[in-house]
Protein backbone atom coordinates (compact mmCIF):
# COMPACT_ATOMS: atom_id res chain seq x y z
CA UNK A 1 0.00 0.00 0.00
CA UNK A 2 2.87 2.40 0.60
CA UNK A 3 4.71 2.12 -2.54
CA UNK A 4 1.74 2.57 -4.62
CA UNK A 5 1.12 5.81 -2.60
CA UNK A 6 4.39 6.98 -3.17
CA UNK A 7 4.44 5.83 -6.80
CA UNK A 8 1.21 7.85 -6.85
CA UNK A 9 2.89 10.85 -5.32
CA UNK A 10 5.74 10.80 -8.04
CA UNK A 11 3.72 10.04 -10.81
CA UNK A 12 1.88 13.73 -9.94
CA UNK A 13 5.53 15.90 -8.69
CA UNK A 14 6.09 14.35 -12.48
CA UNK A 15 2.85 15.91 -14.02
CA UNK A 16 3.36 19.14 -12.07
CA UNK A 17 7.01 19.20 -13.50
CA UNK A 18 5.67 18.71 -17.32
CA UNK A 19 2.76 21.41 -16.67
CA UNK A 20 5.62 23.89 -15.47
CA UNK A 21 7.71 23.43 -18.30
CA UNK A 22 4.74 23.67 -20.94
CA UNK A 23 3.42 27.13 -19.20
CA UNK A 24 7.32 28.14 -19.46
CA UNK A 25 7.79 27.40 -22.75
CA UNK A 26 4.45 29.09 -23.36
CA UNK A 27 5.43 32.08 -21.53
CA UNK A 28 8.75 32.06 -23.41
CA UNK A 29 6.83 31.76 -26.85
CA UNK A 30 3.97 35.21 -25.85
CA UNK A 31 7.22 37.17 -24.79
CA UNK A 32 9.22 36.28 -28.07
CA UNK A 33 6.06 37.68 -29.92
CA UNK A 34 5.71 40.67 -27.68
CA UNK A 35 9.08 41.55 -28.24
CA UNK A 36 8.54 40.78 -31.87
CA UNK A 37 5.87 43.33 -32.35
CA UNK A 38 7.30 45.96 -30.27
CA UNK A 39 10.54 45.99 -32.61
CA UNK A 40 7.97 46.14 -35.56
CA UNK A 41 6.15 49.15 -34.39
CA UNK A 42 9.96 50.76 -33.64
CA UNK A 43 11.06 49.75 -37.06
CA UNK A 44 7.85 51.15 -38.70
CA UNK A 45 8.36 54.46 -36.72
CA UNK A 46 12.39 54.62 -37.56
CA UNK A 47 11.22 54.42 -41.55
CA UNK A 48 8.18 56.79 -41.53
CA UNK A 49 11.18 59.01 -39.54
CA UNK A 50 13.21 58.35 -42.24
CA UNK A 51 10.62 58.37 -45.12
CA UNK A 52 12.69 55.07 -46.30
CA UNK A 53 10.96 51.56 -46.23
CA UNK A 54 13.10 49.44 -48.24
CA UNK A 55 16.04 47.76 -46.34
CA UNK A 56 18.10 47.73 -49.66
CA UNK A 57 18.09 51.66 -49.82
CA UNK A 58 21.41 52.42 -49.35
CA UNK A 59 19.83 55.76 -46.56
CA UNK A 60 18.19 52.94 -44.96
CA UNK A 61 17.91 53.55 -41.22
CA UNK A 62 21.14 51.53 -39.84
CA UNK A 63 18.96 51.04 -36.39
CA UNK A 64 15.96 50.17 -38.38
CA UNK A 65 17.95 46.57 -40.12
CA UNK A 66 18.97 46.12 -37.30
CA UNK A 67 15.91 45.25 -35.19
CA UNK A 68 14.59 43.70 -38.44
CA UNK A 69 17.35 41.32 -37.70
CA UNK A 70 16.63 40.96 -34.29
CA UNK A 71 12.67 40.73 -34.75
CA UNK A 72 13.79 37.95 -37.47
CA UNK A 73 15.86 36.23 -35.13
CA UNK A 74 13.01 36.29 -32.43
CA UNK A 75 10.48 34.85 -34.59
CA UNK A 76 12.67 32.57 -35.43
CA UNK A 77 13.03 31.20 -31.90
CA UNK A 78 9.42 31.56 -31.32
CA UNK A 79 9.37 28.92 -34.13
CA UNK A 80 11.92 26.85 -32.62
CA UNK A 81 10.17 26.67 -29.36
CA UNK A 82 6.83 25.89 -30.40
CA UNK A 83 8.26 22.81 -31.73
CA UNK A 84 9.72 21.96 -27.91
CA UNK A 85 5.93 23.29 -26.58
CA UNK A 86 4.66 20.36 -28.96
CA UNK A 87 7.02 17.65 -27.58
CA UNK A 88 6.48 18.78 -23.91
CA UNK A 89 2.84 18.95 -24.42
CA UNK A 90 3.19 14.92 -25.16
CA UNK A 91 5.46 14.41 -22.70
CA UNK A 92 2.75 16.04 -20.35
CA UNK A 93 -0.06 13.95 -21.74
CA UNK A 94 1.90 10.73 -21.18
CA UNK A 95 2.87 11.87 -17.72
CA UNK A 96 -1.06 12.69 -17.22
CA UNK A 97 -1.84 9.17 -18.14
CA UNK A 98 0.57 7.42 -16.25
CA UNK A 99 -0.76 8.75 -13.29
CA UNK A 100 -4.35 8.26 -14.01
CA UNK A 101 -3.60 4.65 -14.40
CA UNK A 102 -2.13 4.57 -10.59
CA UNK A 103 -4.94 6.01 -9.53
CA UNK A 104 -7.19 3.91 -10.72
CA UNK A 105 -5.22 1.07 -9.30
CA UNK A 106 -5.17 2.87 -5.62
CA UNK A 107 -8.66 3.32 -5.92
CA UNK A 108 -9.26 -0.77 -7.15
CA UNK A 109 -7.26 -1.68 -4.32
CA UNK A 110 -9.27 0.97 -1.81
CA UNK A 111 -11.95 -0.22 -2.88
CA UNK A 112 -11.38 -4.36 -2.25
CA UNK A 113 -9.99 -3.21 1.15
CA UNK A 114 -13.10 -1.46 1.77
CA UNK A 115 -15.32 -4.73 0.41
CA UNK A 116 -13.42 -7.21 2.62
CA UNK A 117 -14.24 -5.08 5.81
CA UNK A 118 -18.01 -4.85 5.56
CA UNK A 119 -17.89 -8.09 4.90
CA UNK A 120 -15.64 -8.92 8.41
CA UNK A 121 -18.06 -6.09 9.88
CA UNK A 122 -20.76 -7.79 8.47
CA UNK A 123 -19.91 -11.32 9.98
CA UNK A 124 -18.99 -10.38 13.43
CA UNK A 125 -22.04 -8.60 13.20
CA UNK A 126 -23.75 -11.61 12.42
CA UNK A 127 -21.59 -14.04 15.06
CA UNK A 128 -23.14 -11.59 17.60
CA UNK A 129 -26.85 -12.12 16.31
CA UNK A 130 -26.61 -15.97 16.83
CA UNK A 131 -24.99 -15.35 20.04
CA UNK A 132 -27.94 -13.25 21.49
CA UNK A 133 -30.08 -15.38 20.27
CA UNK A 134 -28.82 -18.83 21.68
Given amino acids: MKSRETLLRLKRFQ ?62 SADNLQGQLDEAKAELQEAFEDMKKVEILEDRERATERAAEAARDQATMDAIGLRSRA
Avoid: C, W
Fill in 15 to 76: VDEKRRRVAQIEMMIADFHRMASDLDREIQSEEARAGITDPGHFAYPTYAKAALGRRDNLRQ
